[in-house]
């Protein structure tokens, strides 16, 4: 499975983004899809899973209410709705992906390249 995420970029305090991953390989409609973000000088953290089908989400405590996470197994792709947008979720934004929905929130498997989101305050 590779991952390629896009949509990064600047925006302001309160805007909203959306990143999108495209996986390739013929796996991804069966494993769970997730993102995880690391900031300047921090560890890496979980911000968000979603199941095989799309039927169970999961969410940082932090990101409840303000992220959604959904996928498009038509198109191979998976999202992430990012709204009130804050300086502190300023950071590299990674898709990742993993057979089990309760691994990929700890350790997935696999990982694509970052993409840099920036919230100016």
């Known amino acids: 499975v590779q991952l390629q995420a896009s949509g990064g970029g600047l925006v302001q305090a309160g805007g909203s983004l959306k990143l999108s991953c495209t996986a390739s390989?013929?796996?991804?409609?069966?494993?769970?899809k997730g993102w995880f973000r690391q900031a300047p000088g921090l560890e890496r953290e979980f911000v968000a899973a979603?199941?095989?089908?799309?039927?169970?989400?999961y969410y940082a405590d932090s990101m409840k209410g303000r992220f959604t996470i959904s996928r498009d197994n038509a198109k191979n792709t998976v999202y992430l709705q990012m709204s009130s947008l804050k300086a502190e979720d300023t950071a590299v934004y990674y898709c990742?992906?993993?057979?089990?929905?309760?691994?990929?929130?700890?350790?997935?498997?696999?990982w694509g390249q970052g993409t840099l989101v920036t919230v100016s305050s």
């Open positions: 990742v992906s993993d057979p089990s929905i309760i691994t990929i929130t700890t350790s997935p498997r696999f």
């Open positions: 390989g013929r796996r991804f409609n069966s494993y769970s």
């Open positions: 979603i199941s095989q089908s799309g039927s169970q989400t």
